[in-house]
């Protein structure tokens, strides 16, 4: 029985380690001809492989250059070797300015990658010089998304100067060749070993796992084996191998097209009327110039606020109110009705019986002490009856007194007659004093009892709806509604926003490298999309705003630190979350000759203007420039004070033929 167990499982052995070759072998042949493929083509898997070029005209403190930047391929993968070969030439003015880019042969560049956030990815990336005049390097992008390569150039007399390009990283296709091959892989592997263990039971059918195990072990270090082998030769995501054969571009500047010489062109004085031509002398200013960086409007932390209602229950807003609308602080712009449950309505009910009875016993004593006060005023009436009986008493004693008093002077009279007159006068007055005495003390009895009537209240029932005002937390304009009048909400859930933009924050990002230069300067200007084109100023004569403070916290990613200004929006034009170009003012009052942007002419690597050179002649000349402020640009050559370029009508004179 052992023996013929042996002859199962060596027969089983071999199965398993035939089918093992016969899958393998595919794999070996594959990962062959893929090795041969890479040798003969730069794309294995037959994707043609592109480049594509842009070119930058760099103007700054340390020249004119000329950038042609060559990317293959045209549509990177992750995890491929991008290749860049930058092409780099210097512009160099002289005469009448112009001549042919000069190439820059003993330069050093270095590429710095980061994502679109502004992230570091890499630093430092060195190039090599090739081909004369060609900078080359190459960088393997491992996550898809959107970046940027910022070239840094040294020429060889320490001028310095950059420029960036963008790339967008796709990821790479998947490779189905691998994931079949690993399926197959896994069913052969996962049907090895059930075979395995179903043949390890003995005579007794009790499972051997001891026999097992071995068998076990190497089907498993098969797979381990099979599954690199095909990830070597077959990778998960295709690829394609980019060799710098592909990135083959030129070595030599293109050439200019058109002469740069300065050229005459005549518009006769009608057609300069038609064409809307308007010219502004060249003058000598002051230009806002300096450090370029990008910001972004926020409203004041104590500008904005949000409405929530005091408690939960249905909210009805002010007729009226949308979007736009104008609040005051402290407004009114709606209420909250609460509206009791079940059990707080079952409550408020034997509230009620409770207060009804409160209610009927509180008017029955009230009765009480209006009778009271009826017999108090039937009293009173009584004293005031007996007060007037003794008035009378009293004249008629008066009277009598007068009488006798009369008869005891003429003699026809007793003494005894006036002494009893003046008995009886005492006697009504002392009666008038004690009525009224007593109609006092019983006036005084009815207001306390009328007093004490007023302490009886009776008490109110709780009505089962009850009304919160909603009011606005500050002045501005509502500009977020998130409820609507009728809906059921609960306490702390934001209704409505409103903001005040009348005076905006604009934060500005600025490299820490770049603090002192910021630190010395107040002034600044910025532009947006919002604002179509035209340039306000901060801290200057005509300008409106004002630096409030430089952050002391340097973003870790960026290396960036907000620096906030303070500015006016009246109308309004800005918004939050506005986009900004800023231009911080690092040249402090220097003056230099100026020409205005929409004079400034850029085409095939030249820079030009039309100045008007007679009544009907524009003379196109080539300039030089310098610093570039938010309207000016500064002029190095080719102008001088006084001279008048065109600033409106540009396009119509560079379609016009030039005079012979």
Avoid: C, H
């Avoid at 023996?3 to 794999?27: E, M, N, T, Y």
């Avoid at 058109?258 to 010219?279: A, C, M, N, R, Y």
């Avoid at 904005?304 to 005051?328: E, M, T």
């Avoid at 005495?437 to 009895?445: E, G, H, S, T």
């Amino acid at each position: 029985m052992s023996s013929k167990l042996k002859v199962q499982k060596s027969k089983f052995v071999s199965a398993w380690l035939l089918a093992a070759i016969v899958f393998s072998l595919p794999v070996v042949f594959y990962g062959a001809s893929e090795q041969s493929s890479n040798t003969e083509t730069a794309a294995p898997t037959g994707a043609k492989i592109t480049s594509i070029s842009a070119e930058r005209n760099i103007q700054s403190d340390a020249g004119q250059f000329n950038l042609k930047l060559t990317r293959t391929p045209s549509d990177p993968r992750t995890g491929e070797e991008v290749q860049f070969a930058m092409l780099v030439a210097e512009k160099v003015e002289g005469g009448f300015g112009g001549g042919e880019p000069a190439p820059l042969e003993n330069a050093q560049v270095s590429a710095n990658i980061t994502n679109a956030s502004g992230g570091a990815i890499a630093q430092n990336i060195a190039a090599r010089l090739e081909g004369g005049n060609a900078y080359r390097l190459a960088y393997a992008f491992q996550n898809a998304g959107d970046y940027k390569i910022a070239f840094n150039v040294t020429t060889g007399d320490n001028r310095s100067f950059s420029t960036d390009f963008p790339v967008s990283v796709t990821k790479a296709p998947m490779n189905w060749t691998f994931w079949i091959g690993l399926l197959f892989l896994s069913l052969l592997t996962l049907g090895a070993l059930g075979f395995v263990f179903v043949k390890s039971k003995d005579a007794t059918g009790r499972q051997r796992l001891g026999r097992a195990a071995p068998f076990a072990l190497a089907a498993i270090l098969f797979f381990a084996l099979g599954s690199v082998a095909l990830a070597y030769f077959a990778p998960p995501r295709q690829s394609r191998v980019i060799t710098a054969a592909a990135t083959t571009a030129e070595t030599e500047p293109a050439a200019e097209t058109k002469d740069s010489l300065t050229s005459t062109v005549t518009v006769p004085k009608e057609s300069q009327i038609l064409f809307g031509i308007k010219t502004q002398p060249v003058e000598v200013r002051r230009i806002a110039s300096g450090l370029k960086v990008t910001g972004t409007v926020r409203a004041r932390p104590d500008a904005r606020a949000v409405v929530v209602p005091p408690v939960a229950g249905r909210i009805v807003l002010r007729q009226g109110l949308s979007i736009g609308s104008a609040v005051g602080r402290g407004e009114q712009i709606g209420t909250v009705e609460q509206i009791l449950d079940v059990s707080g309505q079952t409550e408020l009910e034997s509230q009620r019986l409770e207060v009804e009875a409160q209610q009927r016993e509180v008017e029955s004593k009230r009765l009480e002490i209006r009778n009271t006060v009826l017999q108090l005023q039937g009293q009173q009436a009584d004293q005031r009856a007996s007060a007037n009986q003794a008035r009378t008493q009293l004249a008629q004693a008066q009277r009598e007194l007068r009488r006798s008093e009369n008869l005891v002077e003429v003699g026809a009279v007793p003494k005894r007659r006036v002494e009893e007159a003046q008995t009886a006068v005492r006697v009504a007055e002392q009666s008038v004093a004690s009525a009224e005495q007593q109609v006092k003390l019983l006036d005084n009895q009815i207001k306390q009892t009328n007093a004490g009537q007023s302490i009886f209240r009776a008490p109110r029932v709780n009505q089962p709806t009850r009304s919160f005002p909603l009011v606005a937390p500050v002045t501005g304009l509502v500009n977020e509604i998130k409820a609507t009048s009728g809906q059921q909400v609960e306490t702390g859930t934001e209704l409505l926003s409103i903001s005040n933009l009348s005076t905006v924050l604009i934060e500005a990002q600025v490299f820490e490298r770049d603090l002192p230069v910021v630190r010395e300067s107040t002034r600044a200007s910025f532009t947006s999309a919002a604002l179509s084109g035209e340039v306000f100023n901060i801290g200057m004569a005509d300008g409106d705003g004002r630096l409030i403070s430089i952050g002391q916290t340097v973003n870790a990613e960026s290396r960036a630190v907000p620096v906030i200004y303070e500015v006016k929006n009246p109308a309004q034009r800005l918004r939050e979350g506005n986009f900004v170009e800023i231009t911080i003012d690092t040249s402090g009052n220097t003056q230099v000759l100026a020409v205005p942007k929409s004079a400034v002419v850029r085409e095939q690597g030249q820079t030009f203007v039309y100045v008007l050179t007679g009544g009907e002649s524009f003379e196109r000349r080539t300039v030089a420039l310098g610093a570039e402020g938010a309207d000016f640009y500064e002029v190095k050559t080719g102008l001088k004070e006084s001279d008048r370029v065109v600033v409106e009508g540009v396009y119509q004179l560079r379609t016009t033929q030039p005079a012979a």
